[in-house]
């Protein structure tokens, strides 16, 4: 098979995770005979620096041009400690979205046996969990009209969905609940916000299409609640933008580190596959990342955007035979892992690429 591969490496610890994530994709291509032909670009503060704009065109066109993006993260600390900043990184991330017509992001929580222990949540509630989130990516309160007024001393978000939103990402969960164990949780806020009750009854109208899905609904408070306490209880979820972003972070706990989560955002053109996490100000240049999430996304890619299941399963395996021998990087060591088994992020890779 003979694809384009975008590689955006964009800020911080994106630069350093996306290296093990293009490596992969590389070592995939020389073993099962295909040929990724890969382009570069920048985004985010990398790009603010270069030209002034956060998505330049150039790196749009590219995407555009593209089979697939892998993606790093965008954002810098002069900007989170800036509020009056006009140009910020982030915009490029949600512009790119925007244009792409990026409006479903899947989020697998996936926990790996062997890091059962590496969670702060007790390993007899979590053992076993699988969830996939269906996060709506391109409406919400992200991207209604925001502003300031009353002389500046008052802000406003304005959060909108149309019908025609909340059922094209509804639809994909249903169908995704069919290929997985049935059931579908919806996530909205529907006893206090407007958008949350066209939501929930978009969603019930769907459901009688669907008979073999069980659907239930859940208000975000106790959802959030519900995550941590039984999250057995979850098979697929689906939610707004705001609602989304903030219930896989705290998802992450379950699947051990934010490092060890993928993302895939598809829908109108060329899919973009990325780690849930940022750029990770804290730990950038030490590194120490942990690349897994961004391997886990090339995973991804290759299944969703080129259907190459086997290719995207060997990743997988690999990711697993990496955790059984022991090895760790140190957002998922505890205190039995002996030392010499906590790897920095190129030296993952390695290791990573030893058993693909
Ligand atoms: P973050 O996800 O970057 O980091 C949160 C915590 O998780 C940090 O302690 C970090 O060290 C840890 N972490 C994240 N990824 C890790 C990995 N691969 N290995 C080990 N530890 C990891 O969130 P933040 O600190 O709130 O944000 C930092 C910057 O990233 C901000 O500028 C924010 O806007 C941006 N951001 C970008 C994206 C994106 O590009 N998709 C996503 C989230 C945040
Ligand atoms: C994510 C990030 C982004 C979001 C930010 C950086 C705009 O947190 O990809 O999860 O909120 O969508
Ligand atoms: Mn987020």
Known sequence: MKKNILIVPGDGIGQEVTEVGKSVLVKIAEKFGHEFIYDDALMGHAAIEATGNPLPDETLAKMRASDAILF??????????????KVRPEQGLLKMRKELGLYANLR???????????????????????????????????????GRKNDNNTAYDIAEYSRYEVERIARKAFEAARTRRGKLCSVDKANVLETSRLWREVVQALAPEYPDIEVE??????????????????????????????????ASQIAGSMGMLASASVGDSTGVYEPIHGSAHDITGKGIANPLASVLSAALLLDISFGLKE?????????????KDGFRTKDIAD?????????????AGVELLRRL
């Open 217 to 250: 609904h859940q208000f975000v408070d106790s959802a959030a609640m519900m995550l941590i306490k039984d999250p057995r209880r979850f098979d697929v979820v689906v939610t707004a933008n705001l609602f989304g972003d903030i219930l896989t972070d705290e």
């Open 108 to 146: 697998p929580i996936k926990l790996f046996d062997e890091l059962l222990g590496a969670s702060s949540i007790k390993p007899e509630i979590l053992k076993g969990s699988d969830i996939l989130f269906f996060r709506e990516l391109t409406g919400d309160i992200y991207f209604g009209e925001k």
């Open 311 to 323: 290719e995207s399963d060997s990743i997988i395996a690999a990711v697993d035979q990496l955790l």
């Open 335 to 347: 205190s039995t892992t002996p030392a010499d088994k906590i790897l920095n992020t190129q030296a």
């Open 72 to 85: 790093g993260a965008v954002g810098h600390p002069k900007y989170d400690n800036d509020p009056t900043a």
